[in-house]
C-alpha cells in the first residue's frame, strides 16, 4: 500500500459536499467509529441514532483512545461499525457535517477507518478538528470526485 498523508481539513464540509464525503469514505474504509463520553450525556435523538446503527455494529468497549485522542485518567465508549450504505443513511440523517458530531446531541468523534487501528478520517470535533488520511492515489480521486471538499484540505509542510 502506498504512504498515508494526513490532511487537515481548514474548514467543516456541509450540505451536499458532506453527503459526497461520506459516500466516498464509506467507498474507502470498512468501518467506522463514533465515541461516547460519560460524563456528557446523551440526548434521546443520540440514543436513538445509536440503536439504528447497532445492526452494523461490530464491537463496543470502553477505551481512553481512539483515532486523533488519548484520554488521561477516563475512558469511554467507543463503538465501531460496518461501513455500510445504510448506516451511510443513517448518518446523513442525522448530521449536516462533520462537525456536528457533539455530545449531548449526537455522539462524538466520528472516524472512518480501513481496519480497526487504520483511520481513513478522523475528527475531534470539540477541538473542531478534522483530517483526512490519504494516499497519493486517494488524493487524485478526491480532487476528481469531490473538489470542494478537496479544496479545503490543507496540505502537511514537506
Given amino acids: 500500500m502506498s504512504e498515508l498523508t494526513t490532511y487537515e481539513l481548514l474548514l467543516p464540509v456541509t450540505g451536499s459536499s458532506y453527503l459526497g464525503l461520506l459516500d466516498w469514505l464509506a467507498r474507502h474504509s470498512r468501518f467506522f467509529s463514533l465515541v461516547v463520553r460519560r460524563n456528557l450525556g446523551l440526548s434521546g435523538s443520540a440514543e436513538d441514532l445509536l440503536a439504528r446503527l447497532a445492526p452494523f455494529l461490530v464491537d463496543s468497549r470502553e477505551a481512553s483512545e481512539w483515532p486523533g485522542t488519548r484520554l488521561l485518567g477516563e475512558t469511554a465508549r467507543v463503538f465501531l461499525?460496518?461501513?455500510?450504505?445504510?448506516?451511510?443513511?443513517?448518518?446523513?440523517?442525522?448530521?449536516?457535517?462533520?462537525?456536528?458530531?457533539?455530545?449531548?446531541?449526537?455522539?462524538?468523534?466520528?472516524?472512518?477507518?480501513?481496519?480497526?487501528e487504520d483511520p481513513t478520517f478522523f475528527s475531534i470535533v470539540h477541538e473542531g478538528y478534522s483530517a483526512l488520511r490519504l494516499t497519493p492515489a486517494e488524493v487524485l480521486e478526491l480532487r476528481r470526485e469531490l473538489p470542494d471538499v478537496a479544496r479545503l484540505l490543507e496540505r502537511p509542510e514537506p
Avoid: T
Fill in 81 to 116: 461499525y460496518r461501513a455500510e450504505r445504510e448506516a451511510m443513511r443513517v448518518l446523513a440523517e442525522r448530521s449536516f457535517s462533520q462537525g456536528s458530531w457533539l455530545q449531548p446531541d449526537l455522539p462524538e468523534d466520528l472516524a472512518f477507518l480501513r481496519a480497526p
